[in-house]
């Protein structure tokens, strides 16, 4: 049937279908993933409308978009299978959890996250277990903000914040992060956060270390942070996903443990990372009750909960074999080392020394050709896969971010070959 | 920090957030998850208001609210934990799958499911693997929904299908299955299912087999719902999780394949249940592409995917041992039989026989205490675990569904108990 042949037997109809559509795909026209880390396969062809420089450069592929897991590079922490597999073997209670997770696990996690973090942990009333920490991250955004409202959103930050935000009909109050301006703390810009808390600001969500620069936030901004929430009346989302991967000198302040006032913190965590075990898809969320409440509640509708049989895998979190991430930090430390000499040594390239984490976030010099199309280029070309910086803030157009949980020497060749590039593109 | 204080330090504010955190308890409000299945260990303490008659009855414990997983009962499809572990063992690709799943899993699952419901499907753009069929409600709920619509939802129908809706902001127009009335066809109120399509709705859901009665669409009423979408250019999202358990001599009707008009239908499936694989979390969605592609983008900022070393699991699908899927069935039609003869003694009782699936919706006589109290003197003193017909639809306030997919023997004395707590209550 045609429209016009619907508009003439339903009159008022198809106007609102098409109204409805047009809400919706407006809804949609911002989630675009088309250059989110893990889905670079979608632009296999599309790369001919580049105007290439010089021949390809040889060399093992290395994609900088996620870790890499295999035994070669990073694999998952030892014995995560053998608990993979008693799982199973214990059928239908660890198949079927309560939707925050199984109780047992609970009270085994609630007690590390609390030895790690400083503060206690109710395993009742205060956590919960998520598939991944991006379940964790929408759950807890989607605990706190309803349509029109306003969120503090860090630049640059996790690509999924702004889109999470968006989603749910909420609206982004950004607020910079002078990552390059200092080496003594993360650089927030603390004046703007006030005002955008004063301004009327319901939840601030962050990750720390940041994600993608690997910067860690100082003891000073993490108390400044709790203390204007506090004032404010705002919900702080802390995404800590990286802090247990922290290099040599380094001090990490969990929000939790510095902030007076708990009743509208929740912190995100999980394996996925420094673990290597983002294949299970496990994370957790811990803090206020009344936002983990509804975080269940939303749980329940968008999986059920955190897969089962992987829930068994976090029973080994946090006892891993002694001195296996201590091992695990000063590989990824030696790795973030040669990879910030070859960058160091780029002309015109900016960069600040991750303090943690595995990102690497250079500013690149000018180039001849636009964002997209050198990051098209380093796939094309040099069998580099990484991330536009775009993804973690617009304004970051001259940014690429690389994830150096890779094989140490095809990750140095691969920045070589980066640098390579740079020099072929860049204008001068 | 007193609200009276904040509100001298900065008026409007406290006004501001009070208003906000009204708008998102409300919506979390709707979103009760005490009485939905898995959850009633909640329930623990709860009974001592129940004034509860005679004593308790001994048995083995059955809970009814989902299927037993356990090799006692339905254990997972063989060679599935194989499976899993070669997918482990692939490391980084199966960990890290396109959004939507692995291409190659996608292929494969393209052809099964195309076989199975008579249409093709197109790996590259019609099909999504979720977290469970729970992810895959969601986002096909996500993808098609915007707050301010209207949604078409059967009564009584999945317990999420309401929350999920109410959850986006949307307004349910209910239609009606009169499943106690007819035995040739499911019962649908089809006039007024053109009614709601006619008045606005833009998105129909429905489970089919339905559950909580187990009863198949007919050929005929199958299409017309397709009939009915197409003349009002309703997107139509049915959950077929039940389609592959069915009781011999019935016939099931795939909309997908009866439609002329597919372009805004998409079809829900997941091992979850007659193949006992709950604790992967595995469903897929399939269908409209447009649809499928918004679902894919909305999965980013959720879960990022389903979990990548269960989408291993999946290649196994629909390639079960000769004879497997029917041997399952023979024995849960076994089952059925037999706890339905017990039902159909006990004295005004109305029950349907089911046609598909493990579930049974009896409608109890009239009982001298309310329904969610008989649930708990159901579990305390009989030690059977149901799930109360009001998660299905607000009017099945004298229903409870039990999930039969459990131990022959136990679930028949679990019945019998039924059966005698029924007697102890009924008022007469």
Not at 25 to 44: C, I, N, W
Not at 80 to 106: D, M, N
Not at 228 to 249: F, H, N, P
Not at 313 to 338: C, N, S, Y
């Amino acid at each position: 049937m045609s429209p016009a042949a619907r508009n003439v037997v339903h009159p008022g109809h198809w106007a609102y279908d098409r109204d409805r559509m047009s809400l919706i795909e407006q809804k949609f026209a911002k989630l675009g993933t088309d250059h989110a880390p893990g889905q670079e396969v979608r632009h296999a062809g599309d790369a001919a409308d580049t105007p290439l420089r010089g021949e390809p450069l040889p060399g093992v592929p290395v994609d900088f978009s996620h870790g890499d897991v295999n035994e070669t590079a990073f694999g998952p922490t030892p014995g995560t299978l053998e608990e993979f597999v008693e799982g199973v073997h214990r059928g239908g209670p660890q198949a079927y959890t309560e939707y925050r997770g199984g109780a047992e696990l609970r009270d085994r996690l609630a007690e590390k996250l609390a030895a790690f973090t400083g503060r206690p942990v109710s395993s009742q009333r205060e956590l919960i277990v998520t598939p991944g920490t991006q379940g964790a991250l929408f759950l807890a955004i989607g605990a706190t903000v309803a349509a029109g409202d306003r969120v503090a959103i860090v630049r640059p930050d996790y690509f999924a914040n702004r889109k999470l935000v968006e989603f749910l009909g909420a609206e982004i109050a950004p607020v910079r992060l002078d990552y390059l301006g200092h080496t003594d703390r993360a650089g927030l810009d603390l004046d703007q956060l006030e005002d955008v808390f004063k301004s009327g600001v319901g939840t601030f969500l962050f990750s720390n270390p940041n994600n993608p620069t690997g910067v860690i936030y100082s003891p000073a901004e993490i108390a400044r942070i709790a203390e204007l929430a506090t004032k404010y009346g705002v919900a702080v989302i802390v995404d800590e996903l990286y802090s247990r991967l922290l290099y040599s000198g380094q001090t990490y302040t969990h929000l939790r443990a510095a902030a007076v006032d708990t009743d509208k913190i929740v912190t995100i965590m999980g394996p996925s990372k420094t673990e290597s075990l983002s294949g299970y898809r496990l994370g957790v969320a811990f803090g206020a009750p009344h936002l983990i409440d509804r975080m269940e509640k939303l749980q329940a509708i968008v999986s059920l909960r955190a897969p089962g049989y992987s829930q068994a895998v976090l029973r080994g979190w946090f006892e891993e074999p002694r001195g296996w991430i201590a091992e695990r930090t000063a590989q990824h430390q030696a790795i973030r080392d040669d990879l910030m000499t070859i960058f160091r040594n780029v002309p015109g390239l900016a960069i600040r020394t991750p303090e943690a984490g595995s990102y690497l976030f250079p500013r690149l010099p000018a180039l001849s050709l636009p964002l997209h199309a050198f990051v098209r280029a380093l796939r094309v070309q040099a069998a580099v896969t990484v991330t536009p910086g775009t993804e973690f803030s617009p304004d970051a157009t001259d940014s690429i971010r690389l994830n150096f949980s890779q094989n140490h020497t095809a990750a140095v060749q691969a920045v070589e070959r980066i640098a390579q590039m740079i020099a072929r593109y860049r204008t001068e």
